[in-house]
Nanobody
């Protein structure tokens, strides 16, 4: 079994900051890519930021310059530092990991999501 547990969501005023964390545990040999997605009500889930084991990073255009993704490989944890938050950042944020399972197969797993609400 593999679990991803997100934390750090909440209510913040426009212009504020939040830091999301996602810790992976279980039958993992190593994690290739960790990705943050978000889904706002009535909208499709979208990729926010992605980081590979080699350190390659991608962001969706709307968060460039405001969000920073990082990871701690020793802890199997990925972070999303979100600054200058806007109301349009309001969404449920989900963590995804693409990893090598101890069985020798590559698999993907999702967290349960954490809500971020940006409102005055």
């Amino acid at each position: 079994q593999v679990q991803l547990v997100e934390s750090g969501g909440g209510l913040v005023q426009p212009g504020g900051s939040l830091r999301l964390s996602c810790a992976a545990s279980g039958s993992i040999f190593n994690i290739n890519t960790m990705t943050w997605y978000r889904q706002a009500p009535g909208k499709q889930r979208e990729l926010v930021a992605r980081i590979t084991s080699g350190g390659s990073i991608d962001y969706t255009d709307s968060v460039k310059g405001r969000f920073t993704i990082s990871r701690d490989n020793a802890k199997n944890t990925v972070y999303l530092q979100m600054n200058s938050l806007k109301p349009e950042d309001t969404a449920a944020y989900y963590c995804n990991a693409y990893f090598l399972h101890v069985s020798g197969t590559y698999r993907t797993s999702w967290g349960q999501g954490t809500q971020v609400t940006v409102s005055s």
